[in-house]
């Protein structure tokens, strides 16, 4: 205070104040050395105090306890440079591992003009492929609660495969009774899947198989979290259905569906056991992972009636009303005994659900067609109304591997994803004919939708993604088909314009989270995008085909503006080709190369400045393959 008072008076010795006060300027100076001899001696006594022998003895010596804890925080820090130096080597060959599946299907029917059997098996055995960007991509769009789990998955969870066996049984009966035809089915359906982290690599444990205490609470939660290493997903499915058409005259026919499912999906996986058994574990340092379903189902119900009526006399217009009504109830099961408190026994917690929530959605919907037949060779078609999608049981439940269900639609309730719903329209034009001495047809179509609670795969939960409504969009665009085909050769072209505007929010009760629209990118969805195929077929037994496929620039990643928005990929033409042969009327054999010139891999985003990244999940190359058909 003294010194901001004198200013610079105090090392002017030239100064009037120390030449008329000297007695003043040496009681000054003895008070400040004071004070600085005090403060040398208080830090003096801590440094005794803190390095006394013992303490220096459990500091440096193996045996105490300290020196182990830094032991271990250096073997931490290897580990964690010998994993990120195995994420850059990666990135830079430009490898995407574990792109391979295995696929198995069988199918056995039997039918007579009323009935109906069939039954059919699918196996798919598939490794889920890692991410090049690894930390990078976790520092631009994970959620803060779950960003350690990411970076672990990242390294200590590689190779992770999935396994799905689904099993169906239909029975059909169908029947004609004067003016109505009509006809119903059951069938039944079980699905397992499997999910398994197989190579943990060094976390938890160590070389041999010794448990390591990582000392990192992000760590604590990878390892404590549900699902993470292992998981398994099994549903039953039941469904029956019942439909049929009714000739009012000659000029109009009703027609009606009616139909009701019932599906149950129980979940298991790693950690659900003690979870769902235990109150009170000190290991769980985040009490939020306490709290999960384990025990799902649907209820779904389907009512369509629709009237087809011819307008004129020579039956070139069509009316086609139709309304339809969609109903699902989806109830949720926990047998966690944690709710409404925490394990430490705190009384307030998050109510995120309890254990029964359900969750009924309901909506009646209407379309119009109408249908113009000019001739032969030309049909105008447009249909118009608004529609309304249930949900499949993986948006709800996700799938056990990354994919978990949504934990609550606010802090305080629970809830469930919502049915998408909005208006649609489309208009076409139909032509076929003779151009340039061949048969030629094409379709040109003008499409719009507008979609609220849009269903998109995004964080919002602890430290997995799932399924939230809270996008919206609208879209329109062109599509085009057509084709010349002439004795032996034929051409074939499909183009498709798209303009997408999206947006989403994040809720008010979310931490940062305000509630407002903002505009994204649209990702994965090409602006243009065009297949052109020749084909030459010298025989009705023998094809071979080439074809290009454009696709026009896309983006990755959904933020539009910002420190990390995304940046688009460069648009690419890729070359394909293929043979195939029938020998006979049950066998068909097809073999073929897609990407020839390798040109997907080789794909890197601008991201300005001159400089390039790779994608996230670079697109397969060259690719060889061969199918086998055998119809009896």
């Keep these: 205070m003294l010194t901001g008072k004198l200013k610079d008076a105090w090392n002017d010795n030239s ?128 959620h803060t609660v779950g960003l350690p789990a990411d970076v672990y998955d990242a390294f200590w969870a590689d190779s992770k495969k999935q396994t799905l066996d689904t099993y169906d049984v239909m029975l059909q009966n169908r029947q004609q009774n004067g003016r109505l035809e009509w006809g119903w089915f059951v069938d039944y359906q079980h699905q397992n899947k499997k999910y398994r982290a197989e190579d943990m690599r060094s976390y938890p444990y160590d070389e041999n198989g010794n448990f390591v205490d990582w000392g990192d609470g992000g760590r604590s939660f990878w390892e404590n979290s549900v699902l993470r290493e292992w ?19 000659n000029r109009q026919i009703l ?20 979870i769902l058994k235990t109150k009170d574990h000190p290991d769980f340092e985040f009490w939020t992972n306490w709290q999960i379903r384990n025990r799902f189902e649907q209820k779904i119900l389907n009512l369509q009636v629709q ?37 430490d026994g705190g009384s307030q917690a998050f109510r995120w659900f309890h254990p029964r929530d359900s969750q009924r959605d309901r909506k009646g919907t209407w379309q119009l067609a109408l249908k113009k037949n000019v001739n032969d060779n030309l049909t105008f078609r447009m249909t118009g109304g608004t529609y309304y999608r249930l949900l499949n049981m993986y948006e709800i439940a996700g799938d056990g591997a990354g994919i978990l269900p949504m934990p609550t639609d606010t802090w305080e309730k629970a809830s469930f994803p919502r049915p998408e719903y909005g208006k649609q329209f489309d208009f076409s034009t139909l032509w076929n004919g003779k151009l340039l001495k061949s048969d030629a047809y094409a379709t040109l179509t003008y499409f719009w939708r507008d979609t609220d609670r849009m269903l998109q795969l995004r964080r919002k939960g602890k430290d997995f993604w799932c399924y939230t409504n809270d996008s919206r969009g609208k879209v329109h665009g062109i599509e085009l088909q057509s084709g010349l085909k002439w004795k032996h050769v034929s051409l074939d072209l499909d183009a498709t314009y798209t303009k997408i505007k999206a947006q989403q929010k994040i ?80 066998w068909q054999l097809t073999f073929g190369c897609n990407d020839i010139f390798n040109r997907n891999p080789k794909m890197k985003i601008s991201i300005g400045d001159g400089l390039y990244v790779n994608s996230e999940y670079p697109i397969q190359g060259r690719t060889y393959y061969a199918s086998i058909r055998y119809e009896f």
């Design 255 to 274: 027609e009606f569906q009616a139909n009701y499912s019932y599906e149950k999906l129980g979940i298991d996986g790693s950690n659900m056991d003690e």
């Design 231 to 249: 998981s398994e997903y099994t549903s039953n499915k039941y469904n029956l259905q019942m439909d049929g058409s009714y000739k009012l005259s």
């Design 307 to 343: 009237d087809t009526i011819t307008l004129d006399k020579k039956a070139t217009w069509f009316l086609t009303p139709s309304w339809r009504f969609n109903s699902s109830t989806i109830i949720g099961h926990s047998d966690s005994p944690n709710f409404y408190r925490k394990p």
């Design 15 to 142: 100064s009037p104040f120390f030449t008329d006060n000297p007695d003043a300027k040496a009681e000054v100076d003895d008070k400040i050395y004071a004070e600085v001899d005090k403060k040398t001696n208080t830090e003096i006594e801590k440094i005794k105090n803190t390095y006394t022998p013992d303490r220096l003895k459990d500091r440096f010596d193996p045996s105490g306890e300290n020196y182990k804890k830094k032991e271990n925080d250096l073997k931490v820090s290897q580990r964690d440079l010998k994993e990120y130096q195995e994420l850059e080597k990666a990135k830079a060959e430009r490898h995407r591992k574990y792109n391979d599946r295995k696929n198995v299907s069988s199918l056995i029917k039997w039918q007579n003009d009323n009935w109906m059997v069939k039954a059919s098996y699918n196996h798919i055995n598939r490794h889920l492929p890692d991410p090049l960007w690894g930390g990078e991509k976790v520092a631009g769009n994970a």
């Design 507 to 586: 809720d008010s009760h979310i931490p940062g989270g305000d509630g407002e629209w903002f505009d994204v990118n649209a990702t994965y969805q090409p602006k243009w995008e065009g297949n052109l195929r020749l084909s030459y077929f010298p025989s009705p037994k023998f094809t071979v085909f080439g074809e290009a496929h454009y696709t026009d620039t896309i983006y990755t990643y959904f933020e539009s503006s910002g420190q990390n928005k995304g940046y688009p990929t460069p648009s690419i033409t890729v070359v394909n080709a293929g043979i195939k042969l029938q020998p006979n009327k049950v």
